[in-house]
């Protein structure tokens, strides 16, 4: 499939923030808290990664539904993203030596907000940039190339922080620089070649206009059935699949003992999820052509299943390794053709305000999960255990999204 000139700016665009996702939100930003020696624990950080992702969720359906007027998109985008980016740098300035992780702290919600609050618009562009028929591999390859080319990022600085000493911040600040700089750059052929196609005619009272629109939405959501039926079935295994891509380390660490890793082995395991899931991507994007996108999550949801099973008899450092390998396989795909399959069954000209509940969807994921696997270890003691407790979210999306109809879009 050749792709056009704004396909190619939109997927370069995933190609920068994913860079943010390996490394800031993974990586590096977690280490660096850990740093902070007047910090309780570096698992606090999970409160203000909630912090940011609930003001972006309560914010996303506002926006969205004011970003649909015309010519008003692309101004939200811009926004956020520059938010994101600025923030992102700004993280390379709050030394540990400093002991201000507050500060830190404040950029680094600012660089959620901007990362989260892009990616409403950015994901809804997809309705501008291509057609129902393109969407699934659009959207599959923007995944994959973004898995892919993070690793070159995220490599140089993994290297820097090698050479500098992974017990010192420096290399892990100017990662930070390096991070931005790449989100940045890669962010200009989205602004310059991506238009929007599909949109409301401006109203008077915009904001207020907004409003009665998103009641009107929320009233009529019977009409828009295969949208909600979707939205829940999608809450349901996307938490699964957050789960397991934010609690993979911590329980393998609890399994096989802290003393089992050392900082380098995680982040190699986190390159191997990346490398595997680019080309993993693209094949679902093109199976999904013959065989639909429908059938393509269902198998990504029983690969997750098995991944689920398969982490219940790891013993070894390696047994995570193959685990990253299998999860990598469907992670980019179930994602990407997620994000295709909504945009083709939305009402184009209010993309953004549909995505902004998909973001709500997508941004209150992996509570339900963590929360399960956490308990399940408390109650029982047996960590092995946790990981199966999270099997009945991807059967309860999966009963529900076989509910929705065969003859949707695919």
């Known amino acids: 499939m050749k792709l056009t000139k704004e396909e190619k700016s939109w997927i370069l665009y ?36 909630s912090i940011a992702s609930i003001l972006v969720a309560i914010l996303s359906p506002i926006l969205g539904t004011i970003a649909d007027y015309k010519d008003t998109k692309k101004r939200f985008f811009v926004f956020f993203a520059l938010v994101g980016v600025l923030a992102t740098a ?9 002991g201000q992780w507050q500060l830190l702290i404040v950029f680094y919600i600012l660089s959620a907000i901007g990362f989260a609050g ?3 618009f950015y994901d809804s562009f ?4 291509t057609k129902d028929e393109r969407m699934d591999k659009v959207s599959t390859r923007g995944f994959a190339f973004g898995y892919i080319s993070s690793v070159i990022p995220f ?12 017990d010192k911040s420096i290399g892990y600040q100017i990662g930070f620089i390096i991070t931005a700089l790449w989100w940045g750059l ?33 009233k009529n959501i019977r009409q828009h059935r295969t949208v909600f039926v979707f939205l829940i079935a999608y809450f349901f295994y996307i938490d699964g699949v957050d789960t397991i891509i934010k609690m993979v380390v ?100 209010n993309s953004n305000e549909f995505f902004g509940f998909y973001n709500i969807f997508g941004k209150f994921a992996a509570i339900i999960g963590p929360a399960v696997m956490s308990l399940t270890t408390t109650l029982t003691r047996n960590a092995n255990l946790s990981i199966l ?19 949707q879009p695919t």
């Open 90 to 98: 700004s993280l390379a300035f709050v030394a540990p030596s400093s």
């Open 389 to 407: 407790a999270i099997i009945p979210l991807f059967l309860i999306g999966l009963f529900i999204f076989i509910t929705i109809p065969k003859q």
């Open 186 to 218: 890669l962010t200009v052929p989205m602004i310059r070649d991506v238009k929007q196609r599909h949109y409301i005619e401006p109203e008077p009272r915009p904001v207020a206009s907004s409003f009665r629109r998103l009641a009107g939405t929320f």
């Open 250 to 349: 911590p329980y393998a660490t609890s399994v096989l003992g802290a003393d089992a890793f050392d900082t380098f082995t995680l982040l190699g395991i986190l390159l191997v999820i990346q490398i595997i899931a680019f080309p993993c991507a693209i094949v679902y994007g093109n199976l999904a052509k013959k065989y639909s996108a429908r059938t393509m999550i269902i198998i990504g949801i029983f690969t997750y299943i098995i991944s689920c099973i398969a982490a219940f008899f790891i013993t070894s450092v390696w047994h995570i390794f193959i685990l990253g390998a299998l999860i990598g396989s469907a992670q980019g795909g179930i994602q990407a053709l997620s994000r295709s399959y909504y945009a083709k069954i939305i009402p184009k000209e």
């Open 126 to 129: 997809l309705v501008d940039v």
């Open 14 to 49: 995933d190609c920068g923030n994913s860079a943010y996702s390996l490394a800031v939100t993974t990586a590096l930003l977690p280490i660096v808290f850990g740093m902070f020696t007047n910090v309780n624990s570096s698992m606090d950080l999970g409160y203000f990664n």
């Open 155 to 166: 490599g140089i600085s993994l290297v820097l922080i090698v050479v500098m000493g992974m």
């Open 118 to 120: 892009a990616n409403i």
